[in-house]
């Protein structure tokens, strides 16, 4: 039975990275140990990091004004290196759904954020309740909204810069960059396993921490250090770089973006179809990474996900504080483990009406 695994994150990776990383595992270019045991600091290592660098830089088009830093703390670690680094006055935080929330209540304990809820009541985005963008050190939103399934397509037309918190869609559909100040991802959705954040940050705004700033969240020191101020993790950037190798033999971020859309249209277009289940988010806001949706009768909740689970279909089960059902479609997902979804949710709603 092929298994498919929807997580949320940690997510599933491409299956063929990991049989490669297998092969390399205890004897890692040769060396006779596998990289998680090797100095960050070798020459093994250093040209591990570089490249996965590079590569990134290729996928995501970053202009040489930006640098590329390889973190710690995951993205809720970044909502508060965020602050210490690029807040001197005060900051907007645009509030779609659960994460860009978050973000907002740990910017609060840094200065002065204002808030504003752009959710239109309908399950769509009202963008414009942006209003006034002017004046602000920083303006931070979330693409896509993990938990909600909610999506912002459009990248506003704001005054003042603008920070990205893209963890679950990183690499999953194009950002151009150069509208942006600052982009942070949490690897362990769309890039490898956790314990990576990547940020890309214009170089102008390093060297602006308040002094408090804890030196691992430290923009200009983690830069000035390569991402080795301490001791990254190694592992993880070993494996989301060779995730990086085989996103660009699949045709890089524009032709992975069409997949994924192709992907999220086929079982949004069941769901719509079917009086069995249902989504609540406004069209044109759908995420096309993580797919929310509800059975009609939620006594049929458990019996869905054990049935599903049997059928190799993993981890459907949403996000506590939305309910429901979520299937995230992350790049690794192909198309057959979709169809293998929808042809289980089309099975079920027959069996149990
Ligand atoms: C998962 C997620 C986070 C939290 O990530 P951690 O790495 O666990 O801190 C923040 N924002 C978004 C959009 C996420 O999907």
């Not at 002065?112 to 239109?120: A, G, K, T």
């Not at 102008?204 to 983690?222: E, F, M, R, W």
């Not at 806001?285 to 993580?290: A, G, H, K, Q, T």
Request: hydrophobic share 40%; aromatic share 10%.
């Amino acid at each position: 039975m092929t298994i498919y695994n929807f997580c949320a994150g940690p997510a599933m990776l491409p299956t063929e990275v990991l049989a490669q990383v297998q092969q390399t595992l205890t004897n890692f270019d040769g060396l006779g140990v596998s990289v998680m045991e090797i100095s960050h600091r070798s020459p093994e290592f250093m040209a591990v990091a570089e490249e996965a660098e590079q590569n990134l830089r290729d996928l995501m088009q970053i202009p040489a004004n930006y640098a590329v830093l390889f973190m710690h703390g995951g993205a809720r670690g970044q909502f508060a290196a965020i602050p210490q680094n690029l807040l001197h006055g005060k900051a907007l935080y645009l509030e779609t759904g659960q994460w860009s929330v978050a973000a907002a209540e740990e910017a609060q304990k840094f200065g002065q954020i204002e808030r504003r809820d752009l959710r239109d009541g309908n399950g769509g985005l009202d963008l414009s309740l942006i209003g006034d963008s002017a004046g602000f050190d920083y303006i931070h939103y979330c693409p896509n909204e993990t938990v909600d399934g909610v999506a912002m397509f459009e990248v506003p037309e704001v005054q003042s810069p603008l920070v990205a918190d893209i963890s679950s869609c990183i690499l999953g559909r194009e950002f151009d960059v150069s509208k942006f100040a600052l982009l942070y991802a949490g690897a362990q959705k769309n890039v490898g396993p956790a314990g990576l954040t990547l940020v890309v940050v214009r170089r102008d705004l390093l060297g602006q921490a308040a002094k408090s700033t804890p030196a691992i969240l430290d923009y200009q020191l983690t830069q000035d250090n390569d991402s080795m101020y301490n001791t990254p993790p190694t592992f993880a950037w070993y494996l989301s770089g060779e995730v990086f190798k085989w996103l660009k033999q699949r045709g890089g971020v524009a032709d992975m973006a069409a997949v994924n859309r192709d992907k999220a249209d086929l079982l949004y277009r069941y769901i719509d179809d079917s009086s069995f289940y249902h989504n609540g988010v406004a069209k044109a806001f759908r995420s096309e990474m993580n797919v929310t949706f509800q059975l009609r009768d939620p006594e049929l909740n458990h019996r869905f996900l054990t049935e599903a689970e049997s059928q190799g279909l993993l981890a459907l089960k949403g996000h506590r504080i939305v309910g429901g059902m979520r299937a995230s479609l992350y790049n690794a997902m192909p198309r057959s483990g979709v169809e293998a979804l929808v042809a289980f949710m089309d099975h079920f709603a027959r069996t149990h009406r």
